[in-house]
């Protein structure tokens, strides 16, 4: 396994895509990082299968079956403390954006590439409650964020 590569992640509100950069042999440029059945992306859907928390295709999956187990367009809500009602269970915005990003963390790890920093980026309208709410993605990820960036933990 690679470690101490740089991964850098787009939350869309539709899409989430990803790259690495560094590991085995420093690469100096990134690359695109599969997620799923949509290569350098899977979608920004969350759902609860069977009690379990997933994110991407097999929560868009879950979503056709079932609306009410799944969540899209929540990066919309960061900063909302209203919760949004998945497989009826409230959850913070800032909660399930948390588990989209921890599906990516998941993806690199199985790609053989152990984040060591984890950079996000956002739109550039985003105001103070949105940024701020940021904090909070570190949790079911299992990050620490430092200045932006996020060091995980080995």
Same mark, same amino acid.
């Given at each position: 396994?690679?470690?101490?590569?740089?991964?850098?992640?787009?939350?869309?509100?539709?899409?989430? #895509?990803?790259?690495?950069?560094?590991?085995?042999?420093?690469? /100096?440029? /990134? !690359? &695109?990082?599969?997620?799923?059945?949509?290569?350098? #992306?899977?979608?920004?859907?969350?759902?609860?299968?069977?009690?379990?928390?997933?994110?991407?295709?097999?929560? !868009?999956? /879950?979503?056709?079956?079932?609306?009410?187990?799944?969540?899209?367009?929540?990066?919309?809500?960061l900063?909302?403390?209203? &919760?949004?009602?998945?497989?009826?269970? &409230?959850?913070?915005?800032?909660?399930?954006?948390?588990?989209?990003?921890?599906?990516?963390?998941?993806?690199?790890?199985?790609?053989?590439?152990?984040?060591?920093?984890?950079?996000?980026?956002?739109?550039?309208?985003?105001g103070?409650?949105?940024?701020?709410?940021?904090?909070?993605l570190?949790? &079911?990820?299992?990050?620490?964020? /430092?200045?932006?960036?996020?060091?995980?933990?080995?």
């Amino acid at each position: 396994m690679s470690t101490g590569v740089a991964l850098g992640v787009d939350l869309g509100t539709t899409w989430t #895509a990803a790259s690495i950069r560094g590991g085995a042999g420093g690469a /100096a440029n /990134a !690359e &695109p990082l599969a997620l799923g059945d949509h290569g350098a #992306a899977m979608p920004s859907v969350v759902a609860v299968v069977d009690g379990e928390v997933v994110a991407g295709v097999r929560a !868009e999956r /879950a979503a056709a079956a079932d609306p009410a187990s799944a969540a899209r367009d929540f990066k919309r809500r960061l900063g909302d403390t209203t &919760p949004i009602v998945v497989a009826g269970t &409230p959850y913070g915005a800032e909660t399930l954006t948390g588990h989209l990003l921890g599906a990516v963390v998941g993806a690199a790890r199985s790609a053989g590439a152990e984040p060591g920093e984890v950079t996000l980026t956002h739109p550039a309208t985003w105001g103070p409650t949105s940024t701020q709410s940021c904090e909070q993605l570190s949790r &079911p990820s299992r990050s620490r964020r /430092a200045c932006g960036r996020w060091r995980t933990p080995r």
